[in-house]
């Protein structure tokens, strides 16, 4: 069965562009999450998507946005890139209502540098 | 709102030696506590859980219990590997639902040298 496929593997960037980002879940999952992870603040919840529906949202500001398709495929954005948004952007898909269980399986992410 | 503290790293360990990683966390209600491992150039993989006190989670020789009256989650382990080189994050879950996301520690890199 394939894994949580991330793409781009790495991004380099300037301020004020934006940038999309890309996750395939495994099949059969349909939720999809997103974190932000630095090494000052380590893992941060962006957002998760569920059947095309946003169902949570971490606290970051409108920058930063995403959806999923109907094949539970999702894409986050972010606009106005700031030299702060250089991270490591995780995804992870996990089965209906069980993305606090525990049962997170995570992709290699998208590794961002803006400059 | 919820929290968790890991003890600051890098921690350098000989092969062989004993692993203690201290996950302590702030919580309404009874979470369920998780330790999740990412090897270089990955992603996380849940390495072990517990949902209810004095639970122990185990998963390739790493251990982790419970401790409601200390509110930790510490991890353990007998003897390290260089393979066991990583980041570990705890990380809980609120008990309100499966739909609330996990919230995670800051990371503790283990560097394991032969």
């Given at each position: 069965?394939?894994?949580?496929?991330q793409t781009p593997r790495y991004l380099i960037k300037t301020r004020g562009q934006q940038v999309t980002l890309s996750c395939s879940p495994?099949?059969?999952?349909?939720?999809?999450?997103?974190?932000?992870?630095?090494?000052?603040?380590?893992?941060?919840?962006?957002?998760?998507?569920f059947s095309e529906t946003q169902r949570n949202k971490g606290n970051f500001p409108g920058r930063f946005s995403g959806r999923q398709f109907?094949?539970?495929?999702?894409?986050?954005?972010?606009?106005?890139?700031?030299?702060?948004?250089?991270?490591?952007?995780?995804?992870?898909?996990?089965?209906?209502g069980d993305i606090g269980g525990g049962k997170l399986f995570f992709g290699s992410g998208t590794q961002l540098s803006v400059l | 709102g919820?929290?968790?503290?890991?003890?600051?790293?890098?921690?350098?360990?000989?092969?062989?030696?004993?692993?203690?990683?201290?996950?302590?966390?702030?919580?309404?209600?009874?979470?369920?506590?998780?330790?999740?491992?990412?090897?270089?150039?990955?992603?996380?993989?849940?390495?072990?859980?517990?949902?209810?006190?004095?639970?122990?989670?185990?998963?390739?020789?790493?251990?982790?219990?419970?401790?409601?009256?200390?509110?930790?989650?510490?991890?353990?382990?007998?003897?390290?590997?260089?393979?066991?080189?990583?980041?570990?994050?705890?990380?809980?879950?609120?008990?309100?639902?499966?739909?609330?996301?996990?919230?995670?520690?800051?990371?503790?890199?283990?560097?394991?040298?032969?």
């Amino acid at each position: 069965k394939a894994g949580v496929t991330q793409t781009p593997r790495y991004l380099i960037k300037t301020r004020g562009q934006q940038v999309t980002l890309s996750c395939s879940p495994i099949s059969g999952h349909r939720s999809v999450s997103w974190y932000q992870q630095t090494p000052g603040q380590g893992l941060q919840f962006l957002f998760e998507y569920f059947s095309e529906t946003q169902r949570n949202k971490g606290n970051f500001p409108g920058r930063f946005s995403g959806r999923q398709f109907s094949n539970s495929r999702s894409e986050m954005n972010v606009s106005t890139l700031e030299l702060g948004d250089s991270a490591l952007y995780l995804c992870a898909s996990s089965l209906a209502g069980d993305i606090g269980g525990g049962k997170l399986f995570f992709g290699s992410g998208t590794q961002l540098s803006v400059l | 709102g919820d929290s968790v503290t890991q003890m600051e790293g890098p921690v350098t360990l000989s092969e062989e030696a004993f692993l203690t990683i201290n996950c302590t966390y702030t919580a309404t209600g009874y979470p369920s506590l998780f330790w999740y491992v990412q090897y270089p150039g990955e992603g996380l993989q849940l390495l072990l859980k517990a949902t209810k006190a004095d639970d122990k989670g185990s998963n390739k020789g790493f251990e982790a219990t419970y401790r409601k009256e200390t509110t930790s989650f510490h991890l353990e382990k007998g003897s390290v590997q260089v393979s066991d080189s990583a980041v570990y994050f705890c990380a809980l879950s609120g008990p309100s639902s499966g739909n609330t996301p996990l919230v995670f520690g800051k990371g503790t890199r283990l560097s394991v040298i032969a």
